[in-house]
């Protein structure tokens, strides 16, 4: 029956056979699309959960108990309440909570993988493939993954690392350890976990130091969870290397970044904090007179505002100061080797466009996501070493440490416990006629320093 459109004209409606046509044409394209929606996996929450579950297990040392990753999987995936209490009854009439028996779900599903070890009840244990889906070093194994005459590259945890290295061999171990609460690749440990970890490490480290080695670690302040108060975390540390482990805190440095972004919430958002461009830089010592000397670092000129300061003050002669000491401006001089250094570090972050980085993209590969500016390296490696020390940084990252030392004639034993940081940190030497890659075997190495 004709109809009239939205203009006055006359239109013909579709035929009752038309529209049984169209119809059946609409019910096709829904069991086409059903049927392909049934072909394509679907993200479940014991698909998301597997990768967490095996990166939770090896933060707790590669074996954990079922109730402990339960709670630490509902922390970091931020589940909800309503679901972590959430309850289903099974055909028997009993009944089940849905978030647990997806993460027993995971794991069965690894055990079938081969990641987990389907071994002692009540214990989930990371198997071999578990640990190389990872990319992170199993415990006990330490790996030599390149070398060159003057260092070494090594795939491990850092304790294990440790028990590979001469004791009383290293001049320096500087290092940047993941701080607390930051999800990196390597995990994310909270506070007492982190200065638990951090105070095995130290007993370590300290025993594989010469007498007048240094131990300088990089850190950056983290907040308590919710609030803009800065975690005393850093200080908890120094006290516990101090009073436990018969350290000297030889002195501190400050990494100055200017570029550096303040935190997203308290600085950005609320505006109740402002930008922290700065970062601790711990030096500890196993005795009170470290092997220092502030005349390796390269001089700096004098500015003409303390020339012009100085050439003032001869005109004036002696005088006394208001601190009530009698002055004498020649000890004050612009000459000789220019002003003492100070101990704050001014360098923006590492560079995107060096050579690392140019090689990392032309590779394909992710450069690492933490670096620090060579200047940093470079200043605590002159102060606190001579040319032929040795300097170790046992979570090398892209190794900014070992390029640093080579360049100031310095050797290096870098390491870490992701195989692809360690690996991708080889396209800083590669172009050397020393540089050695090796195969990854299954054993341990020994190094020889």
């Known amino acids: 029956m004709p109809t009239h459109d939205n203009k006055g004209g006359l239109v013909n409606s579709p035929s009752p056979s038309a529209l049984k046509a169209r119809a059946r044409r609409v019910e096709r394209g ?41 709670e630490r999987l509902a922390a970091r995936l931020d589940v909800p309440a309503p679901l972590l209490e959430e309850t289903r009854q099974c055909a028997d009439g009993q009944t089940y909570n849905v978030f647990r028996q997806a993460v027993r779900w995971a794991r069965q599903t ?59 061999s290293l001049n320096l171990i500087l290092t940047s350890p993941p701080y607390p609460v930051v999800n ?91 930008r922290n461009t700065l970062e601790h830089i711990l030096l500890l010592s196993k005795n009170p007179n470290p092997d220092w000397d502030t005349r390796r670092l390269p001089p700096e000129p004098y500015s003409q505002r303390t020339i012009d300061g100085w050439e003032a003050a001869q005109k004036r002669g002696r005088n006394r100061r208001p601190s009530g000491y009698d002055i004498n401006e020649q000890a004050f001089a612009p000459t000789g080797d220019g002003p003492l250094p100070g101990n704050l570090i001014v360098a923006a972050g590492a560079p995107g466009n060096d050579h690392y980085s140019r090689r990392c993209r032309a590779a394909g590969v992710q450069p690492h996501p933490a670096r620090f500016s060579e200047e940093v390296p470079k200043r605590i490696i002159l102060l606190t070493t001579k040319p032929g020390d040795m300097v170790h940084d046992p979570m090398c990252g892209s190794n900014t440490t070992g390029k640093v030392a080579l360049d100031l004639g310095r050797r290096f034993i870098a390491s870490d416990v992701m195989l692809s940081y360690v690996d991708q940190s080889g396209m800083r030497f590669d172009d050397r006629p020393d540089f050695r890659r090796h195969t990854l075997p299954t054993g341990a190495v020994s190094v020889v320093t």
Request: hydrophobic share 40%; aromatic share 8%.
């Open 30 to 70: 829904r069991r086409s699309e059903a049927e392909a929606s049934a072909m394509t996996p679907k993200p479940s929450l014991q698909g998301l959960m597997q990768l967490p579950l095996l990166e939770e297990i090896d933060t707790l040392g590669g074996r954990a108990r079922p109730g402990e990753l339960y």
């Open 110 to 168: 690894a055990v079938m993988q081969g990641l987990i070890h389907n071994g002692e009840r009540g214990i989930w244990e990371l198997a071999d493939p578990g640990y190389a889906k990872l990319q992170k070093a199993r415990r006990g194994i330490t790996v030599l993954v390149y070398a060159l005459d003057g260092g070494l590259a090594l795939w491990g945890h850092a304790e294990d690392c440790a028990s590979a290295i001469e004791r009383g």
């Open 184 to 274: 990196r690749a390597y995990g994310k440990l909270s506070v007492p976990e982190w200065l638990s970890w951090m105070s095995r490490l130290t007993a370590l480290w300290r025993e594989l130091l010469t007498d007048d080695g240094t131990l300088a670690l990089n850190l950056g302040d983290v907040f308590v969870g919710g609030t803009p108060c800065l975690s005393p975390y850093v200080e908890r540390y120094t006290l516990d290397a101090i009073d436990t482990h018969g350290m000297f805190l030889a002195g501190r440095m400050r990494w100055h970044s200017p570029t550096r972004l303040g935190h997203i919430e308290w600085t950005a958002k609320r505006r109740v904090r402002p």
